[in-house]
């Protein structure tokens, strides 16, 4: 069974131009345009832009999900490799997070304990770390 692109959009809840834009970085074939009328996209292709759109939301980017699709079933060790370094990637991002909101958390403590009308202790510290990089170290 074969729909339209504007039938497949709406069916795997992504826009006409999402479902474009997948053609062009290749996650998903461009059936060619009869003489006159309308690409007919396979049904199937409505699971597999689900499965893009789901990989997204789980951290990966189109590259990634690129050669997941690749790889396919037969190749299981493959897709764990790639998903076991992505999870190191967000684990990384959660503890560089975490220092990040520790520096914003003693800024705000430190606005919050000065009772300057002059100025504002958050701006003026971090002012003062970006002309002086190392006392942020």
Same mark, same amino acid.
């Given at each position: 069974m074969f729909i339209t692109i504007g039938k497949l959009a709406k069916k795997a809840n992504v826009t006409v131009e999402t479902i474009r834009y997948y053609q062009r970085k290749g996650l998903l074939c461009e059936p060619e345009k009869p003489a006159n009328g309308y690409r007919q996209y396979p049904i199937d292709d %409505? =699971?597999? %832009?689900r499965f %893009? #759109? /789901?990989? !997204? !939301?789980?951290?990966? =980017? $189109? #590259?990634? %999900?690129?050669? $997941?699709?690749?790889?396919?079933?037969? /190749?299981?060790?493959?897709? !764990? #490799?790639i998903a076991k370094q992505k999870s190191q990637q967000i684990n990384q991002q959660i503890k560089d997070l975490i220092v990040l909101q520790n520096v914003l958390d003693s800024l705000i403590e430190g606005c919050q304990g000065s !009772?300057? =009308?002059?100025g504002c202790s958050f701006i003026d510290t971090i002012f003062s770390q970006s002309q002086n990089p190392e006392s942020s170290n």
């Open positions: %409505i =699971t597999r %832009i %893009i #759109k /789901h990989v !997204q !939301q789980c951290g990966f =980017t $189109l #590259k990634e %999900i690129s050669e $997941l699709l690749f790889l396919d079933n037969g /190749h299981c060790q493959d897709v !764990q #490799k !009772q300057s =009308t002059e």
